[in-house]
């Protein structure tokens, strides 16, 4: 209990008129030389003197004696800035140079801030008259390479000490007016300075942050880089936990503390989806004016041309298909640098997927060699076994249902143990969220309950079965010719489904069919829609296949696929579109 | 392969040319299903904690179902989250379906102990208010399960005391089931005791202690359970037992009669034997001399026994009585004053009469003289049967 804690109350003691009090664990006041506890609890008093009796109880803390209990003043981009800083420090263990985190990435931030006019600008902007120069100092001063501490420095002694030590005087010391009067008329509160506001504000023109778009921070500054990690990758290393995302909140600095609305900002519990991320991203490369970006040519990783074949080898096609997926990709010009490189100011800004593109390329070449209507692929898988059985010593064809019934195996395999992992997977935190401090304890109380019967069920579960964490691996499926129980095709051979024709070889499948007959032309979202049982099984298999390897729904992938078909086949949608034009007039 | 896009050919038709978007019934939008199921939670997005934790519901009542009682301690240890969802009415559900699973796991699992479901049972009792008396219950019947019948008994007191939560109808109910349950063990407890103290001989210097100790015993169960069944519900087992000791120690309380009814229903000879007893029991008593149920019914049954070849059953009542039911029940001022006040009353304890003391005796004769337009054939009836079946009768004293 500390002494003097209690200035505002100078009535003298009952039993020995000293004017000395403290505060009793309960709040209530007790005189420091004679400890006479007295019944006046400390809220009760202050609202005779203090018109706004939350904000002193809050910076008080109520009635806990420890003054730390509201912790240092923080604003909602703090917080934000500290995820990025976990997020970069956590690429940088996964091999990305040093350089995304110093500079890239925090260049990309200190320019949001910028345009948001939340620092580094003349006015940043607040509600409720806020004086920011606090804020803006600190960011200046922000040392991006250090670690991620809180901008609100030790090196500003006003800002921090509010709150902190119990000798502080609040109010005569205010370095800003406190914001959190809006807070407490509406008795919601937040643990950061402007959590309220914040999740209320609605400012036209500006992209407002949240935990999903630091990701897409992630991504700009990994695209700029040209950095050999996809978007499909970056999420999946989010699931996998590699990559701070879900709990992020926890490792900011203890006297940061979250509670009431920073729970909406900073409590994420989905993860994040590719489309959405995808959006973000295009949205923030736009919003902050970014140049083009460096050109993605044809020896970068995320040229299909590279792409195509890292993804080849993932599901273990051979890699002689990796010829067909070049050439597709040159009749489609979606290996030309301008096709590839993002632009955010230019029209071609939405081609930065680059992932699904290589994929659909793939799934098209496979239509292409084996046309996946069920009947087919069986029929060359039938010539492909005989002549293999008759040639064991040559090259072996490429058997497509050996390869399925391979690659199915697998397939579902990872499935089972992936959806078992999300069962599996834990969202709260060990610190956990509260919405205000007369929740605080009720929260508490039931983090130690689930900790205290998760330890006890501990003791029934095996321990040697529950694995350590994977590492993080570009790959999901890794097939080696040395493996003799699960064959490697990568060697095998597309003579089967290949025939010459002069200088060029053609495939033997000549028919084709097209993943979308008619594009939507209206504005929503998609050009076109996925109805599975419109199609082949095969189809359908293919696309499951690669959807769950990049972790998208089915439906984005099938219209990429019709998107790279419609490059491919130009000539064929304008013909249908004449010819139906003519059958109506004909109708008519 | 430039000969390519000359060799192409849609297999679908142009006149198909809708169908590769939309299906043939008509429109189809597969995203569209997901919004429609966002309807129930206001628009919002289902989050990706709901799915995992209802995905790991899944498998854990898939684990219980196959009797994997490792792998459903795996996922059990991550679904105790859902102890902090931030939906509030998953919240409030979460600690019933983790008490209802988890005690499950921990009765099976080879792992587990008395200890362990106890610490479990205690823990989840103090999440919330709402849960407290339902756990209490189920664990109290867990106990009992495995013969740890102090046990239970102190852990049904102590939730009968408890007086937090909210009042509604299912806290009654609990309460009443958990006094019901205390009952039912206060009553088994006695019934030990009846048993100890057949084996005691009267004279015993500890009998007297014993048999006090019973009687005790008897009214403080009997107090418990009588108040429980005028609540309206059914309450057979434990009406059983209330009346059982209660035929102990009131054989003339009115619920012998129906106690009459359950017995003579039942496939045990001996339920049967002591439904008999139980009715000459009720009759027993002054109080219940013009009881014209308890007469229906013994006439009734009477004839059933007799029929039924148990006649060695009516003997062993008899025995008893013969030297004062006769003047109690059928003196001729009693016919007359029956036959006065209620004639289907003395019909049926003529008939009684009868079947015990033969067609000869008194009351029965007087009954057989009066005129009854209504009772006439009734009483004929009655003659024949008793010709047959009286217990007086040369014919079946065998």
Redesign the interface.
Known sequence: MDLEEAEEFKERCSQCAAVSWGLTDEGKYYCTSCHNVTERSQEVINTDLIPNTQIKALNRGLKKKNNSEKGWDWYVCEGFQNILCQQAEALKNLGIGPELKNDVLHNFWKRYLQKSKQAYCKNPVYTTGRKPTVLEDNLSHSDWASEPELLSDVSCPPFLESGAESQSDIHTRKPFPISRASQSETSVCSGSLDGVEYSQRKEKGVVKMTVPQTLAFCYLSLLWQREAITLSDLLRFVEEDHIPYINAFQHFPEQMKLYGRDRGIFGIESWPDYEDIYKKTIEVGTFLDLPRFPDITEDCYLHPNILCMKYLMEVNLPDEMHNLTCHVVKMTGMGEVDFLTFDPIAKMAKTVKYDVQAVAIIVVVLKLLFLLDDNLEWSLSNLAEKHNEKNKKDKPWFDFRKWYQIMKKAFDEKKQKWEEARAKYLWKSEKPLYYSFVDKPVAYKKREMVVNLQKQFSTLVDSTATAGKKSPSSFQFNWTEEDTDRTCFHGHSLQGVLKEKGQSLLTKNSLYWLSTQKFCRCYCTHVTTYEESNYSLSYQFILNLFSFLLRIKTSLLHEEVSLVEKKLFEKKYSVTKKKSRSKKARRH | ?????E??????T?D????????GAGM????LQTYIETVAIGGK?K????Q?TS??L??IQEALLKHQ??QA??????Y??T??D?DSYKRQAAPEI?WKL?SE??FY?P??NME?FN??AD?MKN?GVMNYLKISLQHALYLLHHGMLKDAKRNLSEAETWRHGENTSSRGILINLIQAYKGLLQYYTWSKKKMELSKLDKDDYAYNAVAQDVFNHSWKTSANISALIKIPGVWDPFVKSYVEILYQIVPSHKLMLEFHTLLRKSEKEEHRKLGLEVLFGVLDFAGCTKNITAWKYLAKYLKKTLMGNHLAWVQDEWNSRKNWWPSFHFSYFWAKSDWKEDTALACEKAFVAGLLLGKGCRYFRYILKQDHQILGKKIKRMKRSVKKYSIVNPRLSY
């Open positions: 392969m430039s000969d390519f896009s060799e192409l050919k849609g297999p679908v142009d198909e040319v809708e169908t590769s978007v939309l299906t189809h939008f597969p995203w997005r989050k990706d904690f709901a995992t995905a790991c899944s498998f009682w490792q301690a795996e996922y059990m240890y991550s105790f989250q102890l902090e931030s983790i988890g796991i921990l699992h792992k587990s362990t610490t479990f823990r999440i």
